[in-house]
């Protein structure tokens, strides 16, 4: 609205806007206009802002100073509306430079970058619109729309971590013009976490609680949050620490999209700290309400230190729900006995029966795809696999037929027996085992490569981590013989040693499953599908405190819609 009667040409308008981890935007809009006079003369302009969110903090500045600025800070009926006002002296010269910066909110939690601007009567303007994210990985899966009346908007990408996305348009016409910018990001779900979606989140069992999660943040997470949050769980009531070797920041970036803020993010091993900062805010959310907590985890990081360090929290938390076998061996291994109920979707006889199979295939890939990085072949490697257990048996299958010569060891008798009927060489010791081979596979979780196995070592070894941790490898023992280190491409270490061995670490010893596609998605769903209805046995049932087997029923629906999700029909086989 022009309130002079001399006409105002708006010349340029400029956003930049800063979105920040916590969800809230900071926005800079710049405004420069100028009269069609060529002397001074007073005048008054005042424009009203939709900014799209509702505003929190406004400040504005004009130049020149003869150009003095008024705000009108939003009405409670338009918390995202704004009114500003420039009256200039006589003297004043143009053009006149007007800045707003405010801090905008998202009132329910939502993803915030969808806001308008919309020009009104305005002959000529040149708008430009800079895009600051937390992540770069925002960028691979979301989408920009720009809604220009009636002219295109240019739009230029740019990935440099700090400013992904500049668009301008040059504007000439004396009718409205708006300008529309959504960003927006469709969450990767897997076929069967959609229907679960659907079908069990109208009774919103899981309103109430409070969950503190500590899982492998790749792709199919998304799937599981998503559905976590329709079964009645708000983001601000999810508290989710990374797995720091397997995350993957695209699935960061599109969490934190979906409105999950309480991210518990490190880059290293740090994963305790994490860990505890989420059980940290958590309670005090718990507490307040007062609400149950939850714990689904993968690695025995939250439910054992709860138990040791913080058993007062025991009494407010409603089960635990794990999902590997290294994480119910940490319950083992510490002497821990759960005092409240623990569901160990880890031993599950379809986790174990149709994940292991997968995850042996995907090893011997990831394996195989490492040694060609290194300019060799399995066909060329002496290949020592540890461990016969459900992964490692299968492992072993695909090896086998790209291998050279195999040679497999297990700690347990059976064990060796049931791989030397299968037609492996087998051998007594680890120490006979670890002579003369030229790669290393660990399939055990557990840490079985010691000092004595590795002063064993005669040649130039290359070492595969199979487990789901970084372990495998006793990391003191390797510490104290090592004499020398030497960082290789592809995050490959090379460790010599005392006896002039050396010892090549692929993935730096982290699990070869994690670096590139570990198995697909759909076909692993089921697994995402097990944590699901196991967070939804602790929510609405009572259970008995200790370690609780998923109930067959469950197991069985489970395996029942994820087949008829892949379109596939039961199998008969258990193995499968």
């Known amino acids: 609205m022009f309130v002079s009667p001399t006409p105002q040409v708006l010349v340029y308008v400029g956003d930049e806007v800063t979105v920040n981890p916590d969800g809230a935007v900071d926005l800079v809009r710049t405004f420069e ?4 006079e060529d002397s001074p003369q007073a005048f008054t302009y005042s424009r009203q802002e939709t900014l799209g969110l509702d505003v929190k903090e406004i400040v504005g500045s004009a130049v020149p100073a003869k150009a003095a600025l008024r705000l009108f800070p939003p009405a409670p009926s338009r918390p995202g509306t704004v009114t500003w006002e420039i009256i200039a002296d006589v003297d004043c010269t143009t053009p006149v430079v007007v800045q707003l910066r405010a ?74 013009i708006a300008l529309s910018f959504s960003h927006e990001v469709e969450p990767r779900s897997t076929r069967l976490m959609q229907w679960y979606r659907q079908h069990f989140g109208h009774d919103a069992p899981l309103a109430g609680f409070v969950g503190v999660f500590a899982l492998h943040l790749l792709s199919d997470v998304q799937g599981f949050i998503s559905a976590t ?16 070797y397997s995350t993957k920041q695209a699935a960061v970036a599109n969490l934190w999209t979906m409105g999950i803020r309480n991210l518990y993010i490190t880059n290293d091993d740090a994963i305790n700290k994490a860990v505890l900062n989420a059980i940290a805010d958590a309670e005090v959310v718990a507490r307040r309400t007062p609400s149950k907590l939850i714990v689904v985890e993968d690695g025995g990081y939250i439910g054992p230190y709860l138990h040791e360090a913080r058993p007062e929290l025991l009494d407010i938390t409603a089960g635990i729900v794990e999902q590997t076998q290294n994480g119910i061996w940490q319950y083992e291994e510490r002497g821990v006995q759960p005092r409240i109920p623990l569901v160990n979707v880890a031993e599950s006889a379809l986790k174990k029966n149709t994940e292991s199979p997968l995850i042996g295939r995907s ?32 492992a072993a299958r695909h090896l086998k037929a ?98 002039e061995a050396t010892l090549t670490l692929l993935a730096n010893g982290y699990p070869v499953n994690f670096v590139n596609e570990s198995v697909p998605d759909e076909e692993i769903a089921f697994v995402y599908g097990l944590l699901f209805r196991s967070l939804l046995l602790v929510a609405t049932s009572n259970l008995s405190a200790g370690l609780v087997p998923v109930p067959a029923d469950i197991q069985s629906d489970v395996k029942k819609h994820h087949y008829q999700m892949l379109g596939r029909s039961l199998p008969d086989d258990p193995d499968e």
């Open 33 to 36: 206009f100028t009269t069609d």
């Open 103 to 176: 801090r905008l909110v998202s009132p329910n939690f939502q993803h915030p970058l969808s806001y308008s601007v919309t020009f009104e009567s305005i002959p000529t303007v040149r708008y430009e619109f800079r895009l600051h994210v937390p992540f770069p990985e925002l960028t691979e899966s979301s989408r920009l729309k720009a809604q220009v009346t009636p002219d295109p908007l240019e739009i230029q990408r740019f990935d440099d971590g700090t400013c992904y996305l500049i668009a301008r348009a040059s504007l000439n016409s004396t009718g409205p």
């Open 229 to 244: 949050i329709q079964a009645g769980m708000p983001p601000e009531r999810i508290f989710l620490a990374n797995i720091p």
């Open 363 to 394: 090893i011997a890939r990831n394996v195989e795809d490492q040694i060609g990085k290194m300019g060799f072949g399995l066909g060329d490697q002496r290949t020592l696999l540890i461990g016969f257990g459900a992964t490692g048996k299968h």
């Open 402 to 499: 790209a291998c050279k010569d195999l040679t497999v060891f297990d700690t347990n008798p059976d064990r060796r027996k049931e791989a030397e009927v299968e037609g492996y060489r087998v051998c007594s010791t680890l120490e006979e085992g670890c002579r003369d081979v030229d790669l290393i596979v660990g399939c055990t979780g557990k840490d079985s490569i010691d000092s004595s196995a590795l002063l064993s070592l005669k040649q130039n070894t290359y070492f595969a981590n199979g487990s789901s941790k970084r372990r495998e490898l006793v990391w003191k023992d390797l510490h104290d013989l090592q004499t020398d280190e030497q960082l290789l491409p592809a995050g490959v270490r090379r460790i010599t040693l005392i006896t």
